[in-house]
């Protein structure tokens, strides 16, 4: 039984793949049912020296799947560094969005198009949602824009803020330089803010980092809710939080 290019770079078996692209050079770029090529799936494996044969073989580095997921996306959520470097160094587009390929030539349209269908997720909205920090701080010092919006209108730090990851949020603070200047008080879709998020996914730690940044600890969402009375994940923990954050920074204005 025959093996794949796509499944052999799943697999990490550099040795099939190479000799299956030395015999059909076309299999480079080829796709499977996921419309994944072989970088795809060595990215998703963390396969790093497949990643580096594909590229040296003029492999497409931004090329998205049937979810609008690139190589770079995959690599990033998966959490592997050294594939990521690979990518980056190869000139990945590191402010791409994710967004759902056209499902035939007859519908087939400019890119920018299906960022209003797809989630139009960059590589540093993954970063910030699992804390990769160095993934992060490469992929800001490469231009990733901190002010990325997707199509909830959330930036990197409405992620980072959701999850509580304080690390992640430093490093988009410590990384704002004018003109890219983090912007705090971003709204979302639902007129919720980083620190909304963190006062409801209950990080204290985070929600502190955020109204000592300078967050407005008044502004409101569509609710009419401002972030220190989100309904949270339970009562208890909510009054606790909130406890913490007047202990830490003082009571309201």
């Known amino acids: 039984m ?4 796509q499944t052999a770079a799943q697999n990490n078996q550099l040795h099939v793949v190479r ?13 499977d049912a996921d419309e994944r090529t072989a970088l795809h799936w060595a990215a998703s494996s963390g396969a790093k020296d497949i990643v580096r044969f594909l590229i040296d073989k003029d492999a497409q580095i931004d090329v998205v799947d049937n979810m609008g997921w690139s190589p770079l996306h995959i690599a990033v959520s ?3 560094d050294e594939v990521v470097q690979e990518l980056v160094g190869a000139g ?3 402010n791409k969005f994710s967004v759902i390929s056209p499902i035939s030539s007859t519908t087939r349209v400019f890119n920018v198009c299906f960022r ?3 989630k139009g997720i960059t ?5 910030a949602s699992k804390s990769r920090i160095d993934i992060g701080k490469l992929l800001i010092s490469r231009g990733a824009d901190i002010n990325a919006k997707d199509n909830a209108n959330q930036v990197p730090l409405h992620r980072a803020a959701t999850t509580g990851s304080a690390a992640f949020i430093n490093l988009l603070l410590n990384s704002s330089v004018p003109p890219a200047k983090t912007r705090l008080n971003n709204a979302d879709r639902i007129g919720n803010t980083p620190l909304h998020l963190a006062m409801d996914s209950a990080h204290a730690e985070a929600a ?15 609710d009419g809710e401002m ?3 989100v309904p949270g994940v339970g009562d208890p923990e909510q009054r606790r939080v909130k406890a913490y954050v007047v202990e830490a920074c003082g009571p309201r204005e």
Do not use: C
């Open 2 to 5: 025959s093996i794949s290019v």
């Open 19 to 31: 000799s299956l692209v030395t015999e059909s050079p076309k299999l480079i770029n080829a796709i």
């Open 78 to 80: 998966a959490g592997h």
């Open 92 to 94: 990945a587009d590191v």
């Open 116 to 118: 209003k269908n797809g």
């Open 123 to 127: 590589p540093l909205h993954y970063a």
């Open 208 to 222: 502190v980092i955020l109204i000592n940044a300078g967050a407005d600890r008044t502004r409101t969402n569509l």
């Open 227 to 229: 972030p220190e009375d």
